[in-house]
């Protein structure tokens, strides 16, 4: 029993990550491969402030948004001078930077060594810590991601939005403050992540700089694209295929030893299918084309 | 500071420079970020690998095994992969994402068949000579001078041959160059081949020095990214950009400890990035361009 709800936290946690970075790339079509980085930050801040502090969860949960946001706005400034491909490495530049600081600041990060002994989180004199009431609290920070997701989305700022994905230079020619609104989704896209982070930090109650790798942040991506970039629930089903996926090979009976290669190759491959047969994946409404594609 | 430093740098250097000229020559044609160069680099090491230890094949004919397999799997990939997107008219951001999605894939093809440790071809250091005061290995010297060799041969391809005439009208304009029945699709294929050699020749270097493992090409690939974006895109900037690169490197390691390597690179590029933007082929930015 606690294995499935252990997934089903898992699936929760990715939700927010996918439907946070599903605001920046899916919505205003900036592929970013930073988005563990937001990510990690929001693990080390509350883990860190947990430890160092003993502040309560809330508390940490608003400053992990508030530092991660100011990363983001970091990361989507570069995007106002370049595009596309060249934006991606610069996103992968700040996710290499990240993950550097976080594994080799030791004396306060902990270094490789990671930071054990987060001690479970209360809220309001709650103690949260069964498997069960994890769940709930992801339940809760998915449920309160996707509300304001969709909020976002629906409302003329989200037009706005999806307006600078498809056509940059229009939206400042309609008297869009182009620049300010990339920035404040990164803003808004790197806080909801933290709280991912955050979440994760208090549930495995042991972080380590591995948890936020490229790799890591290659598979939130995988989620977003496979699940259907520019659709509300297109991260919910990337991330629901995508974590349950690899469990099914342990029940066919693969050595653990093997499966987390196969589990690699598993979204790999599906990278590449998606590209070839449906670039918009299961749900999406874009599939990210170009200017050059379209002229 | 230290002769021994700057050695290392230059050291550093060759390995980036080849996989730099390599990725860029094939971005330049194809237009996108052949993420999977990485493991076309770790193919090369691997096919040396297979030659040199199962099969016994002597070290030179090794080399060579690796430097075809190197050349063969970009050419699948590209062949595979790359054409059939392109025929469907994808985008440089869909092309990234399948080569990031190949590149995991055959990552993990490669952990499975090898072992995600590292496999070390050579049994202990190498033998070292002093050169101007610092200690270098025959690698090391061999390796500066076949890519020398390397590097100036591709930039006399590019620069004399009809190939290189074709390559270079395909990458300044490839709607262009169909139009004048130049045969597109093969000037790709055979970028993607020689971009493979030169990734190879890096994986070779690299597993010769250290070892071979399926993660050893992402490192290389993106210290070759940060200098063909900071080089500008010719050959000739890109190797510059590769040894100061390979010199930062080594002097921020010096000066701070070697483990911010990896930061040290990636500020510059994003130093760089930030200060001149522009699209090295001297084009201005398509969305900000009206």
Redesign the interface.
């Known amino acids: 029993m606690d294995y499935l709800l252990h997934i089903l936290i898992l699936i929760g946690i990715y939700v927010i990550l996918s439907t946070s970075l599903n605001l920046i790339a899916g919505y205003t079509g900036l592929l970013s491969i930073a988005h563990a980085a937001f990510y990690g930050v929001g693990a080390y801040v509350a883990a860190l402030m947990a430890l160092k502090l003993h502040s309560p969860f809330l508390v940490n949960i608003i400053c992990a948004v508030f530092l991660s946001g100011l990363l983001g706005a970091a990361v989507g400034i570069p995007s106002l001078r370049i595009h596309d491909d060249y934006f991606v490495i610069a996103t992968f530049a700040f996710q290499v930077i990240t993950f550097s600081i976080l594994n080799n600041w030791v004396s306060f990060t902990g270094g490789p060594m990671g930071l054990p002994g987060i001690p479970q989180p209360s809220i309001f004199g709650l103690e949260i810590s069964s498997h069960l009431a994890f769940l709930v609290l992801v339940g809760i920070f998915c449920a309160l991601t996707l509300w304001i997701t969709q909020r976002i989305v629906q409302s003329p700022f989200g037009r706005v939005l999806k307006a600078i994905r498809e056509d940059e230079v229009f939206a400042q020619t309609a008297g869009k403050n182009v620049a300010a609104y990339k920035v404040l989704v990164f803003v808004i896209g790197a806080g909801m992540a933290s709280v991912a982070g955050v979440i994760y930090a208090y549930y495995i109650s042991f972080i380590d700089p591995t948890s936020f790798t490229v790799m890591e942040s290659i598979f939130i991506i995988s989620i977003v694209i496979i699940g259907g970039a520019g659709s509300l629930w297109g991260p919910v089903v990337g991330a629901v295929v995508l974590v349950t996926l690899p469990e099914i090979l342990r029940f066919v009976g693969m050595p653990s030893a093997i499966a987390a290669n196969v589990r690699q190759i598993l979204y790999g491959g599906l990278l590449v299918a998606f590209m070839m047969w449906r670039p918009r994946g299961f749900l999406g409404e874009y599939a990210f084309h170009s200017g050059e594609a379209r002229e | 500071m230290d002769v021994q430093i700057i050695a290392n740098g230059i050291n550093a250097s060759v390995t980036i420079a080849l996989v730099a000229c390599g990725f860029g020559l094939f971005y330049r044609v194809h237009r996108?970020?052949h993420i999977a160069h990485a493991m076309v680099i770790a193919s090369g090491a691997y096919g040396t690998q297979v030659a040199w230890k199962w099969f016994g094949v002597s070290p030179l004919s090794s080399i060579l095994c690796g430097i075809v397999t190197a050349c063969a799997a970009g050419c699948v990939i590209e062949a595979a992969?790359y054409r059939?997107?392109r025929v469907?008219?994808?985008?440089?951001?869909?092309?990234?994402?399948?080569s990031?999605?190949?590149?995991?894939?055959?990552?993990?093809?490669a952990?499975?068949v090898f072992g995600?440790d590292p496999l070390p071809i050579l049994e202990g250091p190498a033998r070292t000579v002093s050169v101007l005061g610092a200690r270098v290995s025959w690698i090391q010297i061999t390796a500066l001078i076949a890519t020398v060799a390397l590097l100036l041969g591709t930039h006399l391809v590019l620069r004399w041959t009809g190939f290189g005439l074709a390559i270079r009208a395909i990458a300044d304009d490839p709607h262009l160059a169909d139009l004048l029945g130049l045969p597109a699709e093969r000037g790709r294929s055979l970028t993607a081949v020689l971009a493979s050699g030169l990734g190879g020749v890096a994986g070779i270097v690299l597993a010769l020095e250290t070892a071979a493992s399926p993660l050893m090409g992402?490192g290389p690939l993106?210290f070759g990214?940060v200098a063909f974006?900071v080089g500008g895109g010719g050959l000739l900037g890109t190797v510059l950009a590769a040894l100061l690169l390979g010199l930062t490197q080594h002097l921020g390691a010096w000066v701070i400890?070697s483990?911010?390597q990896?930061?040290i690179a990636?500020?510059v590029?994003?130093a760089f990035?930030?200060v001149r933007?522009e699209d090295f082929l001297g084009k201005k930015?398509?969305?900000?361009a009206?």
């Open positions: 996108f970020f992969v059939t997107l469907k008219g994808a985008g440089p951001l869909v092309l990234l994402i399948a990031v999605g190949v590149f995991v894939f055959l990552q993990n093809v952990a499975l995600n992402l993106m990214v974006i400890g483990q911010w990896d930061a990636f500020i590029l994003l990035l930030l933007p930015l398509r969305k900000a009206v």
